[in-house]
């Protein structure tokens, strides 16, 4: 457990880093902000009044460990645009792009896994390579490709699935699809190039001479060795399946973070874009925290150094 | 004497199909295990002795695949078995041990659930707690102190010789009828790997089982094996009874092997070396496959094949011309 | 046996890259045309469709802006093979235009993200103590905000133009450069010629560029080709967002963008450019496989 303490501890600079990072690239802006939320049409006083409400005329460092204060209680600073408090906004746009992307996840895991499993173990007959060349093809897809060509066959051709988001799980499913594919073919590949370098073990061989039969092999012996990696790589691909989240909701008008994100760019609205790019960041973190507990979990020699 | 084998190899071929062509790793292998025995195996990395023991397991590796013969144990056959089938046996009857205990144990799972495993396998109506107790049991019988302890530890927990003793106690659990050890003390220490051979020896004295010792060091067959066959690129060159080998070494290939061996007493300063190396197995020689290396190698040597022949009862050799011995009174 | 064959092989394979660093990469090359069909021909299409972009106003049958009111919306036909927009503007020849702005992008800001990411790691690997704490930190925090979200910011700062996608595309890709650089800085850095170098009286800059940086060409031509496919995703995003790249400019992110809301009745106009991203995005990402393979076999995904 020292091991993993350490570990959140060292992430504590970097998580102060992207604040300060995303503090000062949303404030380089030449010009006063407020004078950009209100327009031209209001004269000097209530700028005045507003700067001074907003704290806009102390010194950045002051207003930087203001807001650090701030985000340290839950409080993430007022909407321009909607003039409510940007943690609430957040917290009503959580759940749907949780759901998303626990969805997507348990999608990318399913499908990517089986097949990833399923073509190491027929490795270079004709399954393996249609499974391959589909992953690639699933890799190479611009998530906005696969969410359009999903929209349109199954919600408009075929009718099966509802077009947009309608707060029932239905209506998730294609969101959620378009969101896994790119992660499915990743899971696929590294999973198969990961197994067949595990069955090449030789505790693999030492299973069978007990007389594993090879399915029992497969789940009981390799599978969590060669999981390792896997896992890694699906730490990493949190941070792009939230980029990605950021174009299936909005394709599937799903009321979610990355929604939020997009429509604060079109409001020039910064505090809600600062607040949603602190907290994607801090679920990235906490999801490579997460990736890290598991593979100690599922490694032993990790342990070691407890 | 009527002596019953427990395995019997014939004319076994197993070759690898590699982009550059055919290889003939094991080709044309007659090998008897009688019951209770331990037979050795001997050759230099690379001549086929895993290949060999890897056929009878069915553990050969992509692109390898046994081609003809027949593998009989216990009375049955097993070459062309379907791999299930082959499981079934292999473990509770036949059971193995690797040359690296550091990797031939899964390193994420504990050692004591990998014995337990064995047994589970093949005895379905055995309960876990009692499992749990043979795994105790056999641990300490292998020489494992604090066997509940080390129950509990993973592999990257225990020294090499711990882990070997590990592994011994997973290839005994079921008792099994034979054991094949595949060069299992090349990667331990001297010291351990005379315990580890002692330790396999009383093994085979109390529960009668045989063993296939696989080595390239004929020093470890001396002590430990009844018996011994000697395999260059593929084929036995040489078998006999341990001290008839010894005493009159026929080939110049097991010749060369035991003048390899450091002796105390005998000229130290150098150390004899065979010549050459091991022939790339795709472009062998016409003739005797050794004749590249040998020191007494005639013309016909490279012209034409050579095939085992017996020289003396129960002594075989491939050989044209193999070494005369010269009877030496007292010898 | 074979297991030691082939441990053999890789080692012989092993030492020839070391002898012959210069020459390697070029018969390296060779051998992976020979032995990856798959990643030679991604290198054809790459070309082509280079070409087709450089020399787009030869081939476009219609002009990049050319408006025909009267055929709007066409479908797929001899006179308009890929149909026409809402302003009755070619398609094909709208993408063989966009496809000029989707390749610069792909291919320009990798390279400055490269650059950064060189500096960065010799850097961070060469001078070690607080300049590798600080640069690897930065290099985390990047990292960890998902590079799409990470762009937008800039865009929202920058505004939105194509010069600043520009910026925003280049800054997001050099951490993972920096971090294969480092690493391999901090092993070559403790070889012996580098010691040698440096007794001699080397300077530090020159070992870095001269001695150290060569022996990372063949990670870094891997990194650029699996950088491009995601910066040029990232673009077609952005516009596909409606925060990149501006009309009337256009690039194949952007005219998908505008083709939506025709996808229930003109799909086509969504689905041609996303295919020209998908055949872009793939080839580049087989080359970049057969490169590593060829060049890196040992470098982690």
């Known amino acids: 457990m020292k091991y993993f303490l350490k570990r959140v501890i060292g992430t504590i600079p970097v998580l102060l880093g992207v604040v300060l990072l995303i503090f000062v690239m949303l404030r380089i802006i030449p010009g006063n902000p407020v004078v950009i939320l209100l327009g031209e049409h209001y004269d000097q006083a209530t700028i005045d009044r507003l700067t001074d409400l907003m704290g806009y005329d102390q010194p950045i460092l002051l207003q930087f460990v203001n807001y650090v204060k701030g985000a340290l209680v839950g409080d993430l600073g007022v909407s321009y645009k909607y003039s409510r408090p940007v943690t609430e906004m957040i917290m009503e746009a959580l759940p749907y792009t949780i759901r998303l992307a626990l969805m997507a996840v348990v999608f990318a895991w399913g499908l990517g896994l089986i097949t990833g499993i399923i073509a190491a173990v027929k490795k270079n007959n004709f399954i393996d390579r249609m499974f391959m060349g589909v992953s690639l093809l699933g890799v190479s897809m611009p998530i906005f490709m696969t969410s359009l060509l999903l929209q349109y066959i199954f919600a408009f051709k075929l009718g099966w699935l509802p077009m947009t988001e309608e707060g029932t799980f239905a209506s998730m499913i294609l969101p959620a699809i378009a969101l896994g594919w790119n992660s499915a073919g990743s899971v696929a590949r590294m999973t198969r190039s990961s197994l067949i370098e595990v069955m090449q073990a030789d505790y693999i061989d030492t299973a069978r001479a007990k007389g594993l039969r090879k399915g029992a092999v497969i789940i009981g012996h390799a599978l969590k060795n060669s999981l390792l990696p896997v896992v890694t790589m699906m730490a990493l691909q949190l941070s792009s399946m939230l980029s990605g989240a950021v174009i299936t909701e909005s394709v599937f008008a799903i009321p979610g973070i990355g929604r939020l994100a997009t429509t604060a760019i079109n409001n020039r609205d910064m505090p809600v874009l600062q607040g949603t790019v602190l907290f994607t960041t801090v679920i990235v973190i906490a999801g490579n925290l997460l990736a890290d507990f598991l593979y100690s979990v599922l490694d032993p020699r990790i342990r070691k150094g407890d | 004497m009527e002596e019953k084998n427990i395995l019997e190899i014939r004319g076994l071929k197993s070759y690898f199909f590699t982009d550059n062509g055919v290889v003939p790793a094991v080709d044309g292998v007659d090998l008897d295990i009688p019951e209770g025995k331990i037979i050795g195996l001997v050759g230099e990395s690379g001549c086929g002795k895993s290949m060999t023991v890897r056929s009878v397991m069915g553990l050969l590796k992509y692109p390898g695949r046994v081609v003809e013969g027949s593998i009989r144990f216990d009375g049955r056959e097993i070459a062309g078995l379907k791999e299930n089938e082959l499981r079934d046996i292999c473990g509770k009857d036949i059971s193995m041990i690797f040359q690296e205990p550091m990797t031939s144990l899964n390193p994420v799972i504990k050692v004591g659930k990998q014995v337990r495993e064995t047994l589970l396998i093949h005895d379905r109506s055995i309960s876990r707690e009692e499992a749990d107790r043979r795994v105790i049991e056999i641990f300490k019988k292998v020489g494992i102190s604090e066997p509940e302890k080390r129950f509990n530890s993973y592999p990257h927990q225990l020294s090499g010789g711990l882990r070997q003793r590990v592994m011994i106690a997973m290839a005994m659990i079921c008792k099994p009828k034979l054991l094949i050890a595949d060069e299992p003390t090349t990667a331990l220490d001297v010291t351990i790997e005379a315990q580890i051979l002692r330790l396999m020896k009383e093994l085979r004295d109390e529960t009668g089982m045989s063993v296939l010792l696989i080595t390239h060091n004929l020093g470890v067959v001396a002590e430990l094996c009844d018996y011994i066959y000697v395999m260059y690129a593929g084929k036995i060159v040489e078998q006999a009874e341990t001290f008839e080998l010894f005493d009159h070494t026929a080939h110049p290939y097991t010749q060369g092997l035991l003048d390899s061996i450091p002796r105390i007493g005998r000229n130290a300063d150098r150390l004899h070396t065979i010549p050459g190396v091991v022939p790339n197995l795709l472009h062998l020689p016409k003739g005797c496959a050794f004749c590249n290396r040998c020191e007494l190698a005639e013309k016909s040597c490279h012209d034409q094949g050579v095939e085992l022949r017996e020289i003396s009862p129960g002594h075989k050799v491939r050989c044209i011309k193999p070494i005369e011995h010269k009877e030496v009174t007292g010898s | ?301």
């Not at chain 3, 210069?22 to 070309?47: F, H, Q, T, W, Y």
């Not at chain 3, 501006?246 to 005219?255: E, N, Q, Y």
């Not at chain 3, 083709?259 to 003109?266: A, D, E, K, P």
Request: some cysteine.
């Open chain 3, 1 to 301: 046996m074979f297991e030691h064959e082939d441990k053999n092989m890789a080692l012989n394979e092993d030492l020839q890259s070391q002898i012959g660093e210069r020459d390697g990469i070029r018969d390296k090359l060779k051998r992976m045309c020979r032995e990856n069909p798959l990643a030679a021909v991604s290198a054809v299409v790459i070309a082509i469709i280079i070409l087709m972009a450089i020399f787009a106003p030869v081939i476009a049958p219609y002009g990049e802006a050319e408006q025909d009111l009267i055929n709007r919306l066409q479908a797929p036909s001899a006179e308009h093979w890929l149909g026409t927009d809402e302003l009755g503007r070619d398609l094909f020849s709208r993408m063989l235009y966009g496809s000029r702005l989707s390749i610069t992008i792909g291919i320009l800001p990798s390279l400055i993200s490269l650059t950064i990411g060189v500096v960065a790691g010799l850097a961070a690997g060469y001078f070690g103590g607080w300049v590798d704490y600080v640069i690897m930190r930065v290099a985390d925090v990047m990292l960890s905000i998902p590079s799409l979200i990470l762009a937008m910011v800039v865009m929202y700062t920058l505004g939105t133009s194509t010069v600043n996608l520009f910026i925003a595309l280049s800054m997001t890709g050099w951490s993972s450069v920096a971090r294969v650089v480092r690493s391999q800085t901090l092993s070559i850095k403790q070889s012996e010629y580098v010691e040698a170098a440096r007794s001699i009286g080397v300077g530090r800059w020159k070992i870095m560029f001269r001695h150290i940086l060569p022996n990372c060409i063949p990670s870094l031509i891997v990194l650029f080709t699996l950088n491009v496919p995601s910066a040029i995703l990232s673009e077609s995003s952005l516009s596909f967002l409606g925060i990149g790249v501006k009309v009337p400019a256009a690039s194949w992110g952007l005219i998908v963008n505008q083709g939506r809301q025709f996808l229930f009745t003109q799909p086509w106009l969504c689905l041609a450019p996303c295919v020209a991203i998908m055949i872009v995005v793939l080839a580049f990402n087989f080359l970049g496989d057969g490169l590593r393979d060829a060049l890196d076999p040992y470098m982690q995904r």
